[in-house]
């Protein structure tokens, strides 16, 4: 709980870029005709099938509309926000002060808004029968300290084969950050284009363990977390567990703005915050926003228009 509070309250601190006089977006990305009709959206890999949801939907509602999904990573996303080639950053971690910094001096104003939420998952394959794991666990796992199953119990599955996100992910950036400790990984990791990726992996290799959102776990089992041996395990497959803050790992996703969000940007980011909007979150296997995250968004709005 205290990881989504502080993102919350993160919100607040990483909005930055006042509203100037007839800003909204400065250059190619959010100026002129093209606005009116086309919004582009660039960024997380995790969220590219729930932003691909959204968009489908809202252009066959709308279909004069056209929204332009691609993916790349946060980082890629965040990257194309900074150099005013996009209306919108989809992320899986908050920017951070100097991608704003840059952003700022290149013009871009940027704004967040909270558009879901994901319980990122520790998956292994199904005959593991590995079932719940600590942060301190997972923290040697990854790190490498740790190196064979037996150490947790499962004697005969061998040395662990760990699958990374890559760096340019936003996922990559938070599991390192609140697991890691940002600690460097284990030497023989292998880095993966997507979470896809690590799924498909995950689905034939018995001793491999890997991280990725919870939207795509497929035919994997989802490891149970704990913050230590002393709490309980969680299971990110369970939304209680993710709205009353008990995963541990659960985290909010964001869409960063180039500018006010006016347009077809405001037009489609109603769409995404509406009820409609939170349905097909649950679709695309990740969970809706809270009523508190809905409120953070609501001042926001409140304070640029």
Same mark, same amino acid.
């Given at each position: 709980?205290?990881?989504?509070?502080?993102?919350?309250?993160?919100?607040?601190?990483?909005?930055?870029?006042?509203?100037?006089?007839?800003?909204?977006?400065?250059?190619?990305?959010?100026?002129?005709?093209?606005?009116?009709?086309?919004?582009?959206?660039?960024?997380?890999?995790?969220?590219?099938?729930?932003?691909?949801?959204?968009?489908?939907?809202?252009?066959?509602?709308? $279909?004069?509309?056209?929204?332009?999904?691609?993916?790349?990573?946060?980082? @890629?996303?965040?990257?194309?926000?900074?150099?005013?080639?996009?209306?919108?950053?989809?992320?899986?971690?908050?920017? @951070?002060?100097?991608?704003?910094?840059?952003?700022?001096?290149?013009?871009?104003?940027?704004?967040?808004?909270?558009?879901?939420?994901?319980?990122?998952?520790?998956?292994?394959?199904?005959?593991?029968?590995?079932?719940?794991?600590?942060?301190?666990?997972?923290?040697?796992?990854?790190?490498?300290?740790?190196?064979?199953?037996?150490?947790?119990?499962?004697?005969?599955?061998?040395?662990?084969?760990?699958?990374?996100?890559?760096?340019?992910?936003?996922?990559?950036?938070?599991?390192?950050?609140?697991?890691?400790?940002?600690?460097?990984?284990?030497?023989?990791?292998?880095?993966?284009?997507?979470?896809?990726?690590?799924?498909?992996?995950?689905?034939?290799?018995?001793?491999?363990?890997?991280?990725?959102?919870?939207?795509?776990?497929?035919?994997?089992?989802?490891?149970?977390?704990?913050?230590?041996?002393?709490?309980?395990?969680?299971? $990110?497959?369970?939304?209680?567990?993710?709205?009353?803050?008990?995963? $541990?790992?659960?985290? $909010?996703?964001?869409?960063?703005?180039?500018?006010?969000?006016?347009?077809?940007?405001?037009e489609f980011l109603d769409f995404v915050l509406s009820d409609r909007g939170q349905e097909l979150v649950v679709d695309a296997g990740f969970y809706q926003m809270t009523?508190?995250?809905?409120?953070?968004?609501?001042?926001?709005?409140?304070?640029?228009?």
């Amino acid at each position: 709980m205290k990881k989504i509070l502080a993102a919350l309250i993160g919100v607040f601190i990483l909005v930055i870029g006042g509203v100037t006089a007839g800003c909204g977006g400065s250059g190619d990305a959010g100026s002129g005709d093209k606005r009116d009709t086309m919004v582009e959206i660039q960024g997380s890999d995790t969220m590219v099938n729930l932003n691909q949801n959204w968009a489908e939907n809202y252009m066959d509602e709308n $279909p004069e509309k056209y929204i332009s999904v691609t993916g790349g990573g946060s980082g @890629t996303g965040i990257a194309s926000l900074i150099n005013d080639d996009v209306d919108i950053a989809g992320s899986s971690r908050d920017m @951070t002060e100097e991608e704003i910094g840059d952003a700022r001096e290149n013009d871009v104003d940027v704004y967040e808004f909270l558009v879901a939420q994901d319980g990122l998952a520790v998956g292994v394959h199904e005959d593991n029968p590995v079932e719940d794991l600590t942060f301190a666990e997972l923290k040697e796992i990854f790190t490498g300290t740790v190196t064979d199953w037996s150490d947790f119990g499962w004697d005969e599955g061998g040395e662990i084969t760990v699958y990374s996100r890559q760096s340019n992910s936003g996922t990559y950036v938070y599991f390192n950050e609140n697991v890691m400790d940002g600690e460097d990984w284990a030497d023989d990791a292998q880095f993966m284009s997507g979470s896809s990726a690590i799924n498909d992996a995950l689905n034939e290799d018995k001793s491999g363990i890997g991280y990725y959102g919870v939207g795509y776990v497929d035919g994997v089992k989802a490891i149970n977390v704990a913050y230590d041996e002393d709490s309980d395990y969680y299971t $990110p497959l369970d939304a209680e567990n993710i709205n009353e803050g008990n995963y $541990p790992i659960a985290r $909010p996703l964001y869409f960063y703005t180039n500018g006010v969000p006016e347009g077809s940007v405001k037009e489609f980011l109603d769409f995404v915050l509406s009820d409609r909007g939170q349905e097909l979150v649950v679709d695309a296997g990740f969970y809706q926003m809270t009523p508190e995250m809905h409120e953070v968004n609501e001042e926001l709005f409140d304070e640029i228009y």
